[in-house]
């Protein structure tokens, strides 16, 4: 049996060699396909997060590497690995992977091609590698200044993708359920870019700009602390406009005194707080 072993450590090491080789990017994977390394900071979390500053392996994806020399040493470190993973989201290729899963009561592939024929986009030749369970992974590219997340089931039931921070299971992979092998005919293969359209789905929209929260009157404290907490360069403006905000929800008389006192306790000089409040009362009286 432990010969067994060794021979499959070996035979993922000479795969992933071979992966690295091509300008991708590999780790060790135990037969769970999680990373065979284990974190060297379990027993003393570190804050922030390390992501391999320290040296020491145990980082899962960004423990990848196409160094010859490094990769052995991560195999050496790790001789119960039975297989490797394949950094998605780093240069040269930028590998993105679509992971067309066999899950009870889905179809993945036919999920695909319904997208494909809604958002008209159409599948390139590329690697193709297949799965113990009968999925599939294809293997696309995505331009550098491209970031595409992971996601699980977000284009449709059984398709889940890997992207930046992400890996996939590379072929010559043994796992629990068996191994990885590339499908024929695609193991020549470049990874194709992946088409625009589909592009499109994988990359989520730009948020909107954040608007800034402004207090509600209420009973004038959030317009208080609104003051209270304003830096050098904004505390007239924020007093004018909380000035204006109290006199039209009709407290402007009650929080005069409060609105001032709380100007002074920023720095403001005294002849300028009361010139900004009575401004505001002015305005808000033009408005109203």
């Known amino acids: 049996m432990a010969t067994f072993r060794r021979q499959v450590t070996t035979l993922a090491l000479a795969h992933a060699l071979s992966a690295a080789e091509r300008g991708l990017a590999v780790l060790p994977l135990s037969r769970t396909k999680l990373p065979a390394l284990r974190s060297p900071h379990r027993a003393d979390p570190v804050r922030p997060p390390c992501h391999g500053e320290c040296g020491r392996p145990g980082h899962g994806v960004h423990d990848a590497s196409t160094d010859p020399a490094r990769i052995r040493a991560l195999f050496a470190a790790a001789p119960w690995a039975t297989g490797y993973g394949i950094a998605c989201g780093l240069p040269p290729h930028h590998l ?10 889905t179809d993945a592939p036919a999920a695909l091609r319904a997208l494909g024929l809604r958002f008209r986009f159409t599948l390139p030749e590329t690697v193709v590698v297949l799965t113990p369970s009968g999925g599939r992974h294809l293997w696309l590219t995505a331009p550098p200044d491209t970031v595409v997340p992971n996601s699980a089931s977000r284009l449709a039931p059984g398709i889940d993708i890997r ?12 796992t629990a359920h068996g191994v990885y092998v590339t499908a024929p005919g695609t193991a020549r293969l470049r990874p194709a870019p992946c088409p625009r359209n589909l592009l499109r789905l994988l990359v989520p929209p730009p948020r909107p700009p954040r608007r800034p929260l402004r207090p509600s009157p209420g009973d004038g404290q959030g317009l208080l602390h609104f003051v209270l907490t304003a830096h050098e360069g904004q505390r007239n403006t924020r007093l004018f406009w909380a000035a204006c905000r109290a006199h039209e929800s009709g407290l402007g008389p009650a929080l005069t005194v409060p609105l001032l006192e709380a100007a002074l306790a920023t720095g403001l000089p005294e002849p300028e707080a009361r010139a900004t409040i009575a401004s505001a009362a002015r305005v808000a009286g033009r408005v109203r």
Do not use: E, F, N, Q
């Open 96 to 105: 993105v992977g679509v992971d067309l899963d066999t899950k009870p009561g």
């Open 163 to 174: 992207g930046a921070g992400g890996y996939l299971v590379g072929p010559g992979s043994r």
